[in-house]
């Protein structure tokens, strides 16, 4: 019985995680690649066609795959994530009128996110990329 009720499960949180990836590259708040790499776990329990499609994405695919091997953000992702996060959640703290309670948890949940992406190693150990 629980196999029957996990595929379901499974395939709408990957459909749910992907959505709000595909959200999260418009709003600096909402990171892209944690709902990413669930939406890849998921499919891989319930959806082979959908976790093949994820994982042969030109843009997440090797994203996914370097992650799930090596723990690895590339510098390239690195720059970008970290870019967009200062270009898009920096004007938004500083310009739109909300309470400071508002504004300083923004800036802490993208500063919380920002140490996490730099912190990741950037090369896969033995290919020096």
Known sequence: MWAKLSRPFYLTLGCL????????LLLPVLPTT?????AAFAFSKSSERLHAW???HRLYGPLITNWQRHGVIRPRAKWTSVSLIAVLAGPSIYLVSAPVYAKVLLAAICACVVCFIVTRPGTIPGDGA
């Open 54 to 56: 994820l994982l042969n």
């Open 34 to 38: 944690p709902f990413i790499l669930v």
């Open 17 to 24: 995680c992907l959505g709000l990836g595909f959200i999260g």
